[in-house]
């Protein structure tokens, strides 16, 4: 059974920084993406960063460009998201995201980040 399991989250101050880890286990076959969302409070799930597995190629929404990275341990079969400069409006559930090549979606089950004074 496929587990996508997410740390990292908590409470930073406007400015500050985050990693956000998400530990995947249990797949059989190779992923297609891996990717961050997040869920603000009254808003829609939205799309922050992904990763390939084939080629480590790397997307970012225009919110996360430039202050968040994206990398993946192969041999600790985690992805990472590095946040920096964060922002208020960076407040939200972050969610790990993984799909195969056959199209089957994996979600975790999210960590909060807050970023407040």
């Known amino acids: 059974q496929v587990q996508l399991v997410e740390s990292g989250g908590g409470f930073v101050q406007p400015g500050g920084s985050a990693r956000l880890s998400c530990k995947y286990s249990?797949?059989?076959?190779?992923?297609?993406?891996i990717a961050w969302f997040r869920q603000a409070p009254g808003k829609e799930r939205e799309g922050v960063s992904c990763i390939s597995t084939r080629d480590d190629s790397t997307y970012y929404a225009d919110s996360a460009k430039g202050r968040f990275t994206i990398s993946r341990n192969y041999a600790r079969n985690t992805v990472y998201l590095q946040m920096d400069s964060l922002k208020p409006d960076d407040t939200a559930v972050y969610f790990c995201?993984?799909?195969?090549?056959?199209?089957?979606?994996?979600w975790g089950q999210g960590t909060q980040v807050t970023v407040s004074s």
């Open positions: 995201y993984a799909q195969y090549y056959t199209g089957v979606e994996y």
């Open positions: 249990g797949f059989t076959l190779d992923f297609y993406v």
